[in-house]
């Protein structure tokens, strides 16, 4: 995972608005003097930050080789909580927005085969995964899901670009994916990368259970429904670089109770979705509730998301 560190703050402008499905458009953004844009690599996204209080994370689905432009897709969402809407009725070509990152929480590992598997506006961070398989030479194949074809983004180019490779499967003409045939039999050569609604993770999640350990890599749009807090008391946070001890209380986050302190983190989503505030665990154990740390990244209690996440003992010390 990438911890926490200062990252790019960049000022952008947008040079390209294009409709690409209903409810979705994409934005192509330049810096305005023409200079080069931060390298990523597929699965990485953007925070774009829409108003002071108002920071949302966007997939880059551009073609990484290509540092003059970053190009994001956002659906309007129809119980959006601001963001999307702000997207579809104020970023025009001209407008100037102000991005952090790139960050990349959903890396693509090398394998001989992939099967990829996208839901709706899921696609985006999966395209430029598709193009570097396809460079790299292993063996693919993506099943693209949506309500109907003229919903499903990129579905023409994807399509055109790929052919049989890419399975394209409005609900409307063919149902549900057919998980069952994708992943019916567990493959220790090929990894499983998935994004879209959490319907469709739960049930890729659970097609997956037998297959082996770390070969399912997925990305969330919103956080997975969390348990019970492992302590329902206070209990304390020493930060190891600033020297202060702060307490958490049961209706406070961890994040909460070190900027209160004085202590200013980077972060974004507040909803342990994105990894901004990650930061580095030095001794104590975690109440992981984060949903985007992987089981062995959760387990290794080296890190956690201070958005969401508790302590699971009296004491926890971070590297803050």
Same mark, same amino acid.
Request: proline residues 7%; negative net charge; glycine residues 8%.
């Given at each position: ?25 994409? $934005? ?5 003097? #023409? ?26 689905? *551009? ?6 432009? !970053? ?11 601001? =963001? *999307? ?6 970023? !025009?070509? =001209? *407008? ?43 063996? !693919?194949? $993506?099943?693209?899901?949506?309500? +109907?074809?003229?919903?499903? @983004?990129? +579905? ?20 549900? $994916? ?5 992943? #019916? ?10 994004? =879209? ?13 037998? !297959? ?9 749009? @919103? ?8 302590? =329902? ?28 302190? #004085?202590?200013?983190?980077? *972060?974004?989503?507040?909803?342990g979705t994105c990894g901004t505030c990650e930061t580095p665990v030095l001794a104590g154990t975690v109440d992981h509730r984060d949903s985007l740390l992987t089981t062995a990244e959760q387990a290794a209690m080296d890190t956690m998301l201070i958005c969401v996440s508790r302590a699971a003992c009296p004491r926890l010390?971070?590297?803050?």
């Amino acid at each position: 995972m990438n911890g926490t560190y200062e990252e790019a703050e960049l000022d952008l402008v947008v040079t390209h608005r294009t409709a690409e499905a209903d409810g979705v458009i994409s $934005l192509e953004l330049r810096d305005p003097k #023409g200079a080069d844009l931060p390298a990523w690599t597929p699965g990485a996204h953007l925070d774009v930050v829409l108003a002071p209080d108002l920071v949302r994370q966007y997939s880059l689905c *551009s073609d990484p080789a290509d540092r003059s432009v !970053w190009r994001v897709a956002v659906l309007r969402e129809p119980d959006s909580r601001g =963001g *999307s809407r702000r997207v579809h009725d104020e970023l !025009w070509e =001209g *407008s100037a927005v102000r991005v952090r990152g790139p960050r990349n929480h959903f890396t693509l590992a090398e394998a001989e085969r992939y099967v990829f598997i996208a839901g709706g506006i899921g696609i985006t961070p999966i395209m430029p995964m598709v193009a570097a398989a396809e460079a790299a030479g292993a063996e !693919w194949t $993506l099943a693209y899901g949506g309500r +109907s074809r003229a919903t499903m @983004a990129f +579905s023409g180019h994807l399509a055109a670009t790929y052919g049989e490779r890419v399975a394209l499967r409005p609900q409307d003409e063919y149902g549900l $994916l057919d998980l069952g045939t994708l992943l #019916g039999t567990p493959d220790e050569s090929t990894l499983v990368y998935c994004c =879209g609604p959490e319907p469709l993770l739960t049930a890729v999640d659970e097609h997956c259970a037998a !297959w082996p350990a770390g070969a399912l890599h997925v990305e969330r749009f @919103a956080p997975k429904g969390p348990d019970a807090p492992v302590l =329902g008391e206070p209990f304390e946070v020493q930060l190891a670089q600033s020297g202060v001890t702060v307490t958490v209380p049961p209706q406070k986050t961890v994040l909460q109770a070190v900027e209160e302190a #004085g202590v200013q983190v980077l *972060s974004s989503c507040q909803e342990g979705t994105c990894g901004t505030c990650e930061t580095p665990v030095l001794a104590g154990t975690v109440d992981h509730r984060d949903s985007l740390l992987t089981t062995a990244e959760q387990a290794a209690m080296d890190t956690m998301l201070i958005c969401v996440s508790r302590a699971a003992c009296p004491r926890l010390v971070l590297d803050l």
